[in-house]
């Protein structure tokens, strides 16, 4: 049987409200403790590792083609890459959760 608080995400427990919107619930400043379900806020040690690990990679392999300001805006770059994955990995999805069906209404008009 189904986890009853997996099956309809409107009913699930760690729901918080408001959290689903577009610039709702992000965290206001760094060092802030996540909430459960939450991706870790962007200045924690793990976060700053991911970031400089990646970043390394893109150094090693294309710094000498690229000047200093032009590092700098990759770095902010992979930033905003580890924090939107780290985002996906914060939600936890059942077995029996769907993906979302657009609805793209069409009218033939005569």
């Known amino acids: 049987m189904a986890d009853p608080d997996r099956s309809d995400p409107s009913t699930r427990s760690d729901r918080v409200p408001g959290r689903d919107l577009p610039g709702r619930g992000e965290p206001t400043g760094l060092g802030e403790p996540a909430l459960p379900g939450e991706a870790p806020v962007p200045g924690d040690p793990e976060f700053l590792a991911e970031v400089e690990a990646l970043f390394g990679l893109v150094r090693r392999r294309y710094g000498a083609r690229l000047t200093t300001a032009e590092l700098e805006g990759v770095r902010k770059g992979i930033q ?13 999805l059942g077995n029996a959760d769907e993906p979302f069906q657009p609805f793209a209404p ?3 008009d005569p």
């Not at 905003?80 to 939600?91: H, K, S």
């Open 106 to 108: 069409y009218r033939d």
């Open 80 to 92: 905003g890459i580890v924090e939107g994955a780290r985002a996906l990995r914060a939600v936890r």
